[in-house]
């Protein structure tokens, strides 16, 4: 089975703080994403990875940054967190699909919900 | 920019099939339709998957129009625990990955 861990499920970190959220996968998945979720707003893209040190923004990338030491892990940086940056945070990985194909799954982990006060 | 839509809510007694559709009117010829659900608090979990074939796995079953203009999935014996939000996805394909847009679902509650 495909596993995606998250460092924390639960954290809360006051307004300036820098906050990391850590994300394993243990399946050598090329791709790495990170998604925020809130009511009403649906799973919004902040960043992804197609490969180690390599980085893409989603759609909301304003306030994070990420890392990509390392193909297994994938970290979400908040240099100054602000109480707007109280979300879930889902980390997802997945492989490309074969050649001429368009199938590829994302699996996804728990779940790391912040509070920011 | 979700490409699917979906009823809002359903319900479903416990032990019958749950059949939960989906519309993506849109959809071009290689693009599949993905399933995930959300469990309250939990991250989305990958139900299943398909291109134009009915599809099924040991979760569900799921049933592609002849046109691919739509879809259903299938709970065969829904229980307690199936309850969750539900969502049917068409990705976007962005700089070498894809982005799965959600929507915003469908709520499905199994009732005793």
């Known amino acids: 089975d495909v596993k995606v861990t998250q460092s924390s499920r639960y954290l809360v970190k006051r307004t300036g703080e820098k906050v990391f959220l850590e994300c394993v996968q243990d399946m050598d998945h090329e791709n790495m994403f990170w998604y925020r979720q809130d009511p009403g707003l649906g799973l919004r893209l902040i960043y992804f990875?197609?490969?180690?040190?390599?980085?893409e923004k989603g759609d909301i990338p304003e306030g994070y940054s990420v890392s990509r030491e390392k193909k297994e892990r994938f970290s979400l940086i908040l240099e100054s967190a602000s109480t707007n940056q109280t979300s879930m945070y889902l980390c997802a990985s997945s492989s490309p699909g074969a050649w001429g194909t368009d199938q590829e799954t994302q699996y996804f982990g728990p779940g790391t919900r912040l509070l920011v006060l | 920019d979700a490409k699917t839509t979906q009823p809002t809510s359903m319900d479903c007694a416990e032990g019958r099939a749950a059949n939960l559709p989906c519309n993506h009117s849109?959809?071009?010829?290689?693009?599949?339709v993905y399933w995930y659900r959300q469990i309250h608090s939990q991250g989305p979990q990958y139900i299943i998957h398909?291109?134009?074939n009915n599809e099924t796995n040991e979760m569900a079953s799921l049933i592609i129009t002849e046109d691919r203009k739509s879809s259903t999935l299938i709970l065969p014996h829904a229980t307690l625990r199936d309850t969750a939000v539900y969502y049917c996805i068409v990705r976007v394909l962005i700089q070498g990955a894809q982005k799965l847009v959600f929507g915003q679902g469908t709520r499905l509650t199994i009732n005793p």
């Open positions: 849109t959809i071009s010829g290689n693009e599949y």
């Open positions: 990875s197609y490969d180690v040190k390599m980085k």
């Open positions: 398909g291109l134009k």
